[in-house]
């Protein structure tokens, strides 16, 4: 069973789960490091049932949820059905149905690790934020539990945070960062055989902004 299809199969049970791998925690050290505010437009790539999208229309945003799975957007719809500040759209990692420059913030919670290539949906990520915006990547350390790619499909076993800060840069970001989210995701195999216990990094930049079209101009 690809990505896909694992993500369309656990939607419904998905908020139950995440919330045994790790808390609330996590997406309040993504928005302290974004400094969100009120008004503002974020993007939540690979949102699943709406983890990080439900703080932010908390805290006054407007959110466009981009995920795969259809089943995970539909969780988000019925769980957000009082809510105008959300809109969903179907689409992947190569090439997210957002414009270009759209976005003052995007975030990614436990989503690079599924993507095929990082540094290639980093860059998509970057595409689609306003210039001056922020980009949020919330993940796993670099780690050695293989049940999480055999059965949660996790494509890559976490990361090391200078390459993420690396991917990050090259993508064109400024004032790119990381630190300790402070707790760790944890994981049982099935039948309880193996357990996980991974650090939670943040990985954050800002998109510069567009230098003045008069330099180009001057060897004319
Ligand atoms: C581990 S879940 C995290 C969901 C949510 N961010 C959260 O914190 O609860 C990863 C999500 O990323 C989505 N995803 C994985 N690979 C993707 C890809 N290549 N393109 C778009 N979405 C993807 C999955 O469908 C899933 O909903």
């Given at each position: 069973m690809g990505s896909k299809d694992y993500f369309d199969e656990v939607a419904q049970r998905w908020d139950e789960m995440r919330e045994a791998f790790f808390s609330d925690a996590v997406r309040q050290k993504a928005y302290s490091v974004a400094d969100v505010q009120p008004g503002g437009l974020a993007a939540d790539i690979g949102a699943g049932s709406g983890f990080v999208t439900e703080g932010l229309i908390g805290k006054g945003l407007r959110v466009i949820a981009v995920d795969q799975s259809a089943s995970m957007l539909e969780q988000m719809r019925s769980k957000f059905s009082t809510s105008n500040s959300v809109e969903y759209r179907l689409g992947r990692a190569e090439s997210l149905p957002v414009g270009d420059d759209t976005v003052d913030y995007v975030f990614a919670n436990m989503y690079l690790h599924h993507v095929e290539s990082p540094p290639q949906a980093i860059g998509e990520m970057v595409r689609i934020l306003k210039p001056g915006g922020r980009l949020v990547i919330t993940d796993l350390d670099e780690h050695s539990f293989e049940?999480?790619?055999?059965?949660?499909?996790?494509?890559?076993?976490?990361?090391?945070?200078?390459?993420?800060?690396?991917?990050?840069?090259?993508?064109?970001?400024?004032?790119?960062?990381?630190?300790?989210?402070?707790?760790?995701?944890?994981?049982?195999?099935?039948?309880?055989?193996?357990?996980?216990?991974?650090?939670?990094?943040?990985?954050?930049?800002?998109?510069?902004?567009?230098?003045?079209?008069?330099?180009?101009?001057?060897?004319?």
């Open positions: 049940f999480l790619r055999t059965e949660q499909r996790d494509r890559w076993l976490g990361f090391k945070r200078e390459d993420v800060q690396g991917w990050l840069s090259q993508a064109g970001l400024g004032m790119v960062a990381t630190d300790c989210v402070g707790e760790n995701c944890c994981a049982q195999s099935e039948g309880g055989a193996e357990s996980a216990s991974v650090s939670i990094f943040v990985a954050y930049g800002e998109k510069a902004p567009a230098s003045g079209a008069a330099e180009g101009r001057q060897d004319r």
